[in-house]
Each structure stands twice: as C-alpha cells, then as structure tokens.
C-alpha cells in the first residue's frame, strides 16, 4: 500500500514538474491583440478596412475559429462597439498544419503572428470624436504536449470619428496596401 502512495505521489510531480505554466494574475497571457487601424481617424458614412493582430507566445498555438477537432475550444472573437460604430465579424487566415505530440496526423492551429480582418462601418449620424471598442477573445492555448484552461481576454481600442468629407493620413498601408490573398496566407 504504501508503494503505491510512493509511486502516485511521484507520478503527480511528474506530471506537476512537466505540465505547461498556467497564466495566472502575474503570468503573461499567452497571447496579445493589437488593432492595425487603415486610417488616423474614419470619416462619417463610409465603410473602411480594420486589421487585428494576434500575436501568439513561442511555444504555443490555438485553435482555429473552425477546428477540426469537435471537441477542441475554437478561437473566438466577438466585437462591443459604440453609438454609430457596426464592426464586421473578422476572417481568420487559414490555419496551418502542425503535428503534435498527441495526434496521429497534423492538425490545424494559429500560431506566431495572425492577422484576422474585418471592416468598420461608421454610420452618417455618428458623432465625431474618439470611441472605444472593446474585443473580446475567447481561446484556449496549447502547447505540444498539453492546454491551458480556455480563456477570456479583453481589450479595448479607440476608434477615431471624423466629420463626412475629412481626408485623413493612411496607416499600416504594409497591411492594407497590397490585395488581402497576398498576406498571411498561412495564419502564422
């Protein structure tokens, strides 16, 4: 009896020893979001082209918004916008293949860079001035061997109005300059 205690204690440790760190309140997430904004500021009634960067840490990777795997926690994005603001659900490039240390086959995750697009739409009776959008994103990040618990991050961005007719400056045009089938066609 008491070997087996001895032999499940130490097979915890193991397990314990080699189990991928958990992100708690002083760890880094495993995974960031910046807004690339095509413009320094939307003119009222237009429709305009946004970016968003997941930036994911070595050493991990997430589902896709479609895994393959039913049982697996997909990666989910969802949009709380402002008065006048409408934000079109994003597009993930498509994953790439990776194989794992659990799996037969490759399967598909994000990993490193991944650059999601979608399109603001500014409505004409929107105020000029600076909104905040916040982002929600829902993933589970895993590395070769194991997952973490799925996980909710928030973030929130400003988003500048402008009045109908305002010519402002390009930004991030390495993004948004060259046609969308040309960039991350590998989702990392």
Sequence with gaps: MKRLALACA???LALLLTWPP??????????????LNSLAGYPQGGSYPL????????GYHLNP?????????????AFQTAPGLKIAPPRFPPPREMKLAFSERPVPVL????????RLRVLPGAA????????ILSYQACTDQACLMPRRQEFEFPIV?????SRPRPLNQEVFATPAEDRNPTGG
Excluded: F, H, M, Y
Excluded at 51 to 58: N, R
Excluded at 111 to 118: E, Q, S
């Design 65 to 77: 918004a479609q895994p393959a795997d039913p049982q697996a926690v997909p990666t989910r994005l």
């Design 161 to 165: 109005v402008l009045p109908a007719g």
């Design 10 to 12: 130490l097979l915890a």
């Design 111 to 118: 990993g490193g860079k991944v650059l999601l697009r979608t």
């Design 51 to 58: 970016a968003l960067e997941l930036v994911i840490a070595p």
């Design 22 to 35: 958990a992100a708690g309140a002083g760890d880094q997430p495993p995974v960031r979001l910046r807004l």
């Design 128 to 135: 000029p001035g600076t909104r905040r959008v916040k982002v």
